[in-house]
């Protein structure tokens, strides 16, 4: 089974929009990490945001916040006042506590296209 | 602060030939990482490192690759010999420490290329 789902292959919204990115994760573990990573044409990887599992509010970076639903075990990224630098391709990715490695395992990615 | 340093950034090799990467962490960062990212896929873990032992290589395809990181800090992977299938960007990134909460800094990868 997937660890980390993001259903959405492609998204576009229009400047100064908010946009929401979808992601589902799976994990009997009680201990987790979720973050979001934005990887624009130049390759690397930057974090946006991070929430843990034993957080009671849902994480906000700025104009990035996380719409974080633990029953439902969705973690979506929203983006307010979208911004034509935030066209880039999103992951959404988890580490888990019972593994000892705790590796980052990361979903397949939503490209995100703002336009004016 | 420096980032996550990583060479060549491009590489391109015909298949069956041998090819390294290079990369040195944030100073300081104690857990190394190579991810292999596929075009069109989220990056695949395939080795991490805390400070010079392996931690995770798991999905290591240890027929042809090694990775080795000397004296806890600069790390080499190495395919020999390269298939088709190896053509993917390689990231390497770094942690201060293992833990649910750290988040990983990443380098702007070797993209690898096999003729």
């Known amino acids: 089974a997937q660890k980390i789902t993001q259903t959405q292959p492609g998204m576009f919204v229009q400047e100064k929009e908010a946009v929401t990115l979808d992601c589902t994760y799976d994990?009997?573990?009680?201990?987790?990490?979720l973050f979001w990573y934005k990887q624009p044409s130049s390759g690397e990887m930057i974090f946006l945001i991070y929430?843990?599992?034993?957080?009671?509010q849902n994480a906000t970076e700025g104009r990035y916040s996380l719409n974080f639903q633990k029953a439902r075990k969705s973690a979506n990224l929203v983006i307010s006042a979208s911004q034509l630098g935030d066209s880039a391709m999103y992951f959404c990715?988890?580490?888990?506590?019972?593994?000892?490695?705790?590796?980052?395992?990361f979903g397949t990615g939503t490209r995100l296209q703002v336009f004016p | 602060e420096a980032g996550v340093a990583q060479s060549p950034r491009y590489k391109i090799i015909e298949k069956r030939q041998s090819v390294a990467f290079w990369c040195n962490p944030i100073?300081?960062?104690?857990?190394l990482y190579w991810y292999q990212q596929i075009l069109g896929q989220g990056p695949k873990l395939l080795i991490q490192?805390?400070?010079?032992?392996?931690?995770?290589d798991s999905q290591l395809p240890k027929d042809r690759f090694s990775a080795e990181r000397l004296k806890g800090v600069d790390s080499t992977l190495k395919i020999q010999p390269a298939k088709l299938e190896d053509s993917a960007v390689y990231l390497c990134?770094?942690?201060?420490?293992?833990?649910?909460?750290?988040?990983?800094?990443f380098g702007s990868g070797t993209q690898l290329s096999v003729l």
């Open positions: 990134a770094s942690s201060f420490q293992q833990g649910t909460n750290e988040k990983l800094f």
């Open positions: 994990t009997s573990d009680p201990s987790y990490g």
């Open positions: 929430q843990g599992s034993y957080d009671q």
């Open positions: 990715a988890m580490r888990e506590g019972l593994d000892n490695t705790d590796k980052l395992i």
């Open positions: 100073s300081g960062h104690a857990t």
């Open positions: 490192f805390q400070n010079n032992g392996v931690v995770d």
